[in-house]
């Protein structure tokens, strides 16, 4: 799954620690979604959309096999 998460951090001026700290995750679980090595459960997805105030469509996107 790809994701935004990077690019809409950066464009609100938050590291991973403060995105982590407003969601209530570790900032290494940020750090895994943003690799793409850790994909967010629903609840997750939307408290992220939530900060960004994009949809979870807007952040991450389905890759195809």
Known sequence: MKNK?????????LTQEKL?????VS????NSIEKG???????LA???SEVF???VNE???LEEE
């Open 5 to 13: 998460l990077k690019i809409e951090r950066a464009i609100k001026d």
């Open 20 to 24: 982590a700290e407003m969601i209530g």
């Open 27 to 30: 900032r290494q679980t940020i």
């Open 37 to 43: 090595r850790y994909i967010p459960s629903t609840t």
């Open 46 to 48: 939307l408290k992220i």
């Open 53 to 55: 105030e994009k949809t």
């Open 59 to 61: 952040l991450f996107e």
